[in-house]
T-cell receptor, first 109, second 115 residues
Framework: DAKTTQPTSMDCAEGRAANLPCNHS???????VYWYRQIHSQGPQYIIH???NNETNEMASLIITEDRKSSTLILPHATLRDTAVYYC??????????FGPGTSLSVIP | NAGVMQNPRHLVRRRGQEARLRCSPM?????VYWYRQLPEEGLKFMVY????????ESGMPKERFSAEFPKEGPSILRIQQVVRGDSAAYFC?????????????FGPGTRLTVT
């Protein structure tokens, strides 16, 4: 079972920052937080991951709280092409990815 | 460097027929994962394979489903005697050895429709 809780859906205005929250209160010390997204009818796409520190790449930023029980994915300037389902995942093993239901993000023009 | 390739992209089968889904991993990747996504549902892990070995098949239905990843050639997900409930999108992912979840690269999927 997924170890994360996310809102079912969110809206964001085009050009604004999209902030997607994720709760992972049972995360253990060596577990990373991963974010994937799935644009309609496509395969999932890796976005970013982190352990303790905040992370940033060309796609997004990941903010992890100090107690590591929650995190936020930030898309700094959302575009219509960012409309997708976003999955927050906690995983330790070199094995399968356990996807929860994710957050359906709609970017509104 | 080509990404993960899956074929066919769309497959229509009648009830009782067999479905064969193929997955070619990225170059240099020796690990393959299959996931299923039923309509309006999330992705569910099915099976994890390395070359010539099944590592984890905990998500595979007990009957009619099988998977292989031979020494040469693509990975095959085989569904025998398909039923309407098998209609879904089947995604394959590949990774290099000892990869974390950030290194699974997904293919475009095969959409199976059972009529």
């Amino acid at each position: 079972d997924a170890k994360t809780t996310q809102p079912t859906s969110m809206d964001c205005a085009e050009g604004r920052a999209a902030n997607l929250p994720c709760n992972h209160s049972t995360i253990s010390g060596n577990e990373y937080v991963y974010w994937y997204r799935q644009i309609h009818s496509q395969g999932p796409q890796y976005i970013i991951h982190g352990l303790k520190n905040n992370e940033t790449n060309e796609m997004a930023s990941l903010i992890i709280t100090e107690d590591r029980k929650s995190s936020t994915l930030i898309l700094p300037h959302a575009t219509l092409r960012d409309t997708a389902v976003y999955y927050c995942i906690v995983e330790t093993s070199y094995d399968k990815v356990i996807f929860g239901p994710g957050t359906s993000l709609s970017v509104i023009p | 460097n080509a990404g993960v390739m899956q074929n066919p992209r769309h497959l229509v089968r009648r009830r009782g027929q067999e479905a064969r889904l193929r997955c070619s991993p990225m170059k240099g990747h020796s690990h393959v994962y299959w996931y299923r996504q039923l309509p309006e549902e999330g992705l569910k892990f099915m099976v994890y394979l390395q070359k010539e070995n099944i590592i984890d098949e905990s998500g595979m239905p007990k009957e009619r489903f099988s998977a292989e990843f031979p020494k040469e050639g693509p990975s095959i997900l085989r569904i025998q005697q398909v039923v309407r409930g098998d209609s879904a999108a089947y995604f394959c992912a590949s990774s290099p050895p000892l990869a974390g979840a950030n290194e699974q690269y997904f293919g475009p999927g095969t959409r199976l429709t059972v009529t």
